[in-house]
């Protein structure tokens, strides 16, 4: 008869724990307690950069990077690159700010663009994108471009070769005999 007792104690004290041990567990956070806000990485003076074929087509240094965790996607502040074409010149540059989507590899620099080319060309604009898939640089928003003795403005010129070659689209404009 004790058995009996000590039987029933200990099941009794089983039940007792295990219900002690579901109404004690953590409850998931509700839908309101979960942030929808973007989970953020910062580097300050970091570089990211394209390559194809073993050969480096950009290289971007930003003072500030953020990088939104779940996409990969990246804006950057106070930016200083270069793009390397393939005859071996270099189209360096200084903007603002930029961002970088993850999936298609374009970038969007925008903000007080300046750029020059090895073989002396320069170009101003508020915006350069930079299409992966096309290979072809675009400056937007009083874009002009300077080389030797022509001055080219427009809404949009448009190069794959780092402005050696280009074509401006919208309010086209060429000076010959212009000065630097």
Known sequence: ?????????????????????????????????????????????????????????????????????????????GIEGAFYSEDGRTLTLHADEGHMDHETRDVVLTGSVNAATSDGASLMANELQWSSTEGTLTATGDAQVERDDLRATGDRIMSMDEFRQFRIEGNARIEKGASK
């Not at 998931?28 to 979960?34: F, I, K, N």
Request: hydrophobic share 40%; aromatic share 8%.
């Open 1 to 77: 008869m004790q058995k009996k007792y000590l039987y029933g104690g200990a099941a009794a004290f089983l039940i007792l724990l295990i219900v002690w041990a579901i109404s004690t567990a953590p409850q998931p956070p509700t839908s309101s307690e979960v942030s929808d806000a973007p989970r953020i990485m910062s580097y300050e003076n970091n570089t990211l950069s394209e390559e194809r074929d073993g050969r480096t087509v950009w290289t971007l240094t930003a003072q500030q990077m953020t990088v939104d965790i779940d996409t990969q996607d990246t804006s950057m502040q």
